[in-house]
């Protein structure tokens, strides 16, 4: 067996799975915030989507506010689905607890205040830029000492 | 060492990782479904796939059986995704076997039915719509459940 | 506890580690060249991120080389993602130790020839797609392995 896995300091994996669970919440939660915009808009992607008093109608692709959401919404699969897989690995490398503890938080709450600033209520840049450079960062910092660590 | 890796029972795990193998599986499939798409209509998205035939002939993006297959592949990384990792957290929360086996069960059918009458054969809804939901309320409780529990 | 971590070789696991924060550096670094299609062609998908100049300036999104990034990064999440969760699920199926090892090298490998042909370097056909198939192919073994060992 490895024993690599006592690398694993309680806290930090705690922390870890936390946010993790709090990001996937969040992530999920898109789908409804796209819905929102969908049924309020009565934009839809598929024939078998358009309600009744629409037949004839036709699937839409540009409505704004839809896809405004989606787009929130790939970002977080290009950000956040990779901080899971490298901030797990990250943790084997024996980080300082208060470094790895507080680079999930940032990742956390930074995609969090990413997908308010861009989807929920839209504020002008740097709000979004900044927000997602946090967490950008903080998976960048994580992934390359994980290389490094293993090299 | 942490000790959380304790809380893991072993037939929960192995059934863990059969459905989320399976659903790898699955997921690379969505690619031959979309290839399959491209060269029966020949749409393609990139000039250097184009065939020779087609020299002079651009790149398409609005073929609705193409997109079709993308849309319920785009599907599975916003929603099979996220399960992989917190199926595997939820598990340190040390849930009841028989709950979290049929939890793993429900979600990995509920997206194989989903890409069938997504983009295999077209149901009308609600179909597409209970298919996905099923695995959404699923991840959406072990989310919570771990994030819960290691508030 | 369960047994099963025992099955995991540690040099395998520290191959998979290396190579799997690497291929996050890389899928991190899509967004980065994304960026720079989009400064370069001043093409932005949001109004907020459109400069003071192009003020009255709409949103783009078919731009041809900012779109073939996107479809590069898009590819990675299709197929990189699922890697990383079968690739450890995999290590538990107790494999020859030079076969896994080989099996990340030859995704990681892969993928990173993918990014370069299609995004960066643009090679004509087949150099995508038997870059694609290397990876895509290695890890379907793995998921197959895997469901089948835990059947």
Do not use: C
Not at 10 to 27: G, H, N, Q, S
Not at 143 to 151: D, E, I, R, S
């Amino acid at each position: 067996m490895t024993s690599l896995l006592q690398n694993i300091n309680d806290e930090v994996l705690r922390t870890y799975i936390f946010w993790v669970a709090v990001l996937v919440v969040k992530m999920l939660a898109m789908s409804l915030l796209t819905g929102r915009q969908r049924f309020r808009k009565k934009v839809f992607a598929n024939p078998e989507d358009l309600p009744p008093a629409k037949k004839g109608a036709t699937p839409k692709f540009d409505d704004p506010d839809v896809e405004r959401v989606r787009r929130a919404h790939r970002n977080d699969l290009e950000n956040i689905l990779p901080f899971f897989t490298v901030g797990l690995l990250y943790m084997l490398t024996n980080p300082e607890p208060f470094i790895a503890i507080n680079l999930f938080r940032a990742v956390a709450v930074a995609r969090i205040l990413h997908t308010i600033v861009y989807a929920v209520v839209v504020i002008p840049q740097p709000a979004r830029g900044l927000s997602w450079g946090v967490a950008y960062a903080a998976t960048a910092y994580m992934a390359v000492k994980t290389a490094l660590f293993f090299l």
